[in-house]
């Protein structure tokens, strides 16, 4: 039986949210949606995009703000109080460097040549190659998911 493949993917939340996912091991998707999570696997590689440091403000970060795998286990709910209680899925955070988008986009094979590169987030979650997530995590600093071959300039 092959192996099954390891996916990586790009999420979308405002760095005050990707931070309080750091901080408690988890991740969470599209306001707390079971299916973007179900989708992925223990070992996939997970990205977070911030266009923004706070939710429902135009700030323009546009920075990647956090990286990490996918760990063991299904999707969860988790009661945040309020009547809120969302879909959240455990990672594995590496220790990285908050990283400004512009300087990656002529290098990523998802936003090379688009002048409109903000659209490939607009549904929170989105699938990348191996080499594209390679490239942020390198330019990230995420030594433990970057592989030596992979240089840390996004040029």
């Not at 998707?29 to 989708?39: I, Q, S």
């Not at 990523?108 to 191996?130: D, E, K, Y």
Request: with cysteine.
């Amino acid at each position: 039986m092959p192996a099954p493949t390891t996916n990586h993917w790009i999420c979308v939340a405002s760095a005050n949210h990707v931070r309080r996912g750091v901080a408690g091991g988890f991740m969470q998707v599209n306001h707390g949606k079971r299916a973007p999570l179900a989708r992925m696997r223990p070992g996939d590689g997970v990205a977070y995009y911030s266009p923004t440091e706070t939710f429902g403000e135009k700030d323009g970060l546009q920075a990647f703000t956090a990286i990490g795998t996918v760990a063991a286990g299904d999707p969860y709910l988790f009661d945040m109080g309020g009547g809120f209680v969302p879909f959240r899925r455990d990672v594995i955070w590496d220790p990285a460097q908050t990283t400004a988008i512009r300087p990656l986009l002529p290098a990523l094979a998802l936003t090379a040549g688009h002048n409109h590169w903000g659209q490939v987030f607009r549904f929170g979650v989105v699938r990348i190659s191996a080499a594209d997530f390679h490239k942020i995590a390198a330019a990230m600093q995420a030594r433990t998911l970057c592989p030596p071959s992979v240089s840390p300039d996004p040029a």
